[in-house]
């Protein structure tokens, strides 16, 4: 499981997407979860983040889902169209 950290704003964004690029290219299994339950201060960079790491296990034959996710950044998501591209597992 991919984990987000307490904070994601932009200036976490880069190395975030890096962290859970690698961790997602070590993990062997077929499904690719980001536990987003600890982020609790976030800006849009954090669904840049979340689409990122979509992408990434897309690319790699994995399905892609999101546990946690915060209300707030799940109303974000459907704001902007993206919401169904992050399904949750919960």
Known sequence: ???LP???MHA??????????????????????VDA?????????ALAV???SR???LAVGKTFAVSGLHPRL?????LYGVGELLPATD
């Open 6 to 8: 307490a904070e994601l």
């Open 37 to 45: 339950s600890a982020l609790r201060r976030f800006d849009s960079s």
């Open 50 to 52: 979340l689409l990122e």
């Open 55 to 57: 992408r990434e296990a």
């Open 1 to 3: 499981m991919l984990v």
């Open 12 to 33: 976490q964004a880069t190395a975030c997407c890096r962290m859970l690029a690698q961790a997602l290219r070590s993990d062997l299994g077929p499904q690719a979860v």
């Open 74 to 78: 799940r109303a974000l998501a459907t």
